[in-house]
């Protein structure tokens, strides 16, 4: 017996999965277990992830969307137009993590558009410029002076210094003048 308005074969949901004696709540029930331990194997790790929270990523592609949801269905709040920018992730859902910049910004962006690869921003907050040093100390010979805002890729951060390079200057810069390291991390 058909629903009023359903595709002609179609069967009422309780119809479809009631269990025919012993034997078909048998087969519902390893049915559900099977399906329950695949989800557990295969995809249980996406949905925990295996990597902490919060973490720092970068842009992996040269143009991502960021949606206001996880999943393809929600609308693009942003669209990303430069590859290697640094985001923090705080939130995963299956596939997707919620991201956001250094000014707030936050929504919801595909995994395969990210990237392990460590990246940061010369203090966003300040309006003066950031030492670049030869070495890591404040005593040592400064390099360049950084803008706010500027991207830079960072080879290794000790808690209180990061390597780092800006185009083709390289030198070190203190950890807690850029955003992308957590305070005292160590990379």
Sequence with gaps: MAKRGAPSGFLPARRQIRPRGRLGFVRVTLAILLVAASANTTGGRAEAGSFPL???????????????????GYSIEWVFKRRGIPLEIYQEYGNWRRVRDWDGSSGWIHHSLLSGRRTGIVAPWSKDRLALYAKPAADSAIVAWLEPRVELRLSWCDGQWCAVAAGPSMGFIKQVGLWGVYPGEVL
């Design 54 to 72: 919060p973490r720092f990523v970068s842009l992996k592609a040269s143009s991502a969307n960021l949606r206001v949801g996880p999943g393809v």
